[in-house]
Nanobody, 128 residues
Framework: QLQLVESGGGLVQPGGSLRLSCAGS????????IGWFRQAPGKEPEGVSC????????IYADSVKGRFTISRDNAKNTVYLQMNSLELEDTAVYYC?????????????????????WGQGTQVTVSS
């Protein structure tokens, strides 16, 4: 069974950091484009950071540029989202998604529709 298993969410104060992990089970993540999306209550999913299967192209939402970093460790079959300088507006459920290439760069971090697999989501709450 193909699964994405996320971990690393939690409660953090503004200015704090968290690292989200997304481990692949049953398939090799390095062959897939990866997207981190988040969804706050009452809002549509938002692309936060996405990466092509080669890792050559990384995309960040304007709201997280300079604060978040996407990376992958192929030896561990895991993708990460390092989140620094967290803000109240970063509060949401974060999802890891995987898409089998080819995928248009223009849609990589715009919509969840191109993606084939979803993680279960992990809650990130930024609160003082």
């Amino acid at each position: 069974q193909l699964q994405l298993v996320e971990s690393g969410g939690g409660l953090v104060q503004p200015g704090g950091s968290l690292r989200l992990s997304c481990a692949g089970s049953g398939f090799t993540l390095e062959h897939y484009a990866i997207g981190w999306f988040r969804q706050a209550p009452g809002k549509e999913p938002e692309g936060v950071s996405c990466m092509t299967s080669s890792g050559e192209t990384k995309i960040y939402a304007d709201s997280v540029k300079g604060r978040f970093t996407i990376s992958r460790d192929n030896a561990k079959n895991t993708v990460y989202l390092q989140m620094n300088s967290l803000e109240l507006e970063d509060t949401a459920v974060y999802y890891c998604l995987a898409a089998e290439p080819p995928i248009l760069l223009s849609s990589l971090c715009v919509s969840t529709r191109p993606y084939d697999y979803w993680g279960q989501g992990t809650q990130v709450t930024v609160s003082s």
